[in-house]
């Protein structure tokens, strides 16, 4: 939501905005003890083995996981997205607390609104952001689609070095959201 124009009126544009960026920079981040054990368990070796080198501290943090700046053996320069630990589970906690909102709602009558299946779309959307197999599947088909196009660039997957919970690419650099809208 902090980068979707347009959810406000025009009065409450500069409020929400400084707000909504106060609330990225701000974003958790995972200890580097964390994350080696995610990437561990997730890829079957430690993280010295995987990379030649591995900036331990994270250059994007989000609610899900965070990036870091690495190395592989070959040389190439690589953005490691790793989710925070327990992630996975804290949302489908939070996805079973939404069901059972769902359902006193029903009782009240919401069910004429099909309040259970907008609730499934919903909880199906959350599941696919944490399902980075899925979001490499979908980069090779972007890559696929834009093939060619001089405007469009998709990172490359790094196969090898991602899992469901652990996400791989070439490192592409570029202007900050902040530095684009400006």
């Known amino acids: 939501a ?5 959810l406000l009126p025009e009065e409450h544009r500069d409020t929400y905005e400084s ?17 080696r054990k995610v990437i561990q368990e997730e890829l079957g070796a430690p993280v010295d083995e995987l990379f030649a080198s591995f900036d331990e501290h994270a250059f994007a943090s989000a609610s899900i996981g965070q990036v870091h700046r690495a190395t592989l053996p070959d040389g190439r320069v690589v953005a490691v997205k790793v989710q925070h630990p327990g992630i996975q589970k804290a949302i489908e906690s ?26 499934e779309g ?12 899925l979001e490499a599947r979908r980069m090779k088909h972007f890559a696929r689609v834009h ?10 997957l790094v196969r090898e070095r991602s899992s469901r919970s652990v996400l791989t690419t070439e490192l592409v650099t570029g202007k900050t959201f902040d530095e684009a809208c400006a």
């Open 122 to 133: 919903i909880k199906q959307r959350f599941r696919e952001e944490l399902d980075y197999e």
């Open 94 to 119: 939070d996805l079973t607390n939404a069901g059972l909102l769902e359902s006193m709602a029903a009782i009240g009558g919401a069910r004429r609104f099909n309040s259970k299946n907008v609730l």
């Open 19 to 35: 707000a909504m960026k106060h609330l990225r920079s701000a974003a958790p981040r995972s200890s580097p003890a964390e994350v």
């Open 2 to 6: 902090s980068y979707v124009d347009g």
């Open 147 to 156: 093939e060619g196009d001089p405007q469009v660039r998709v990172t490359r």
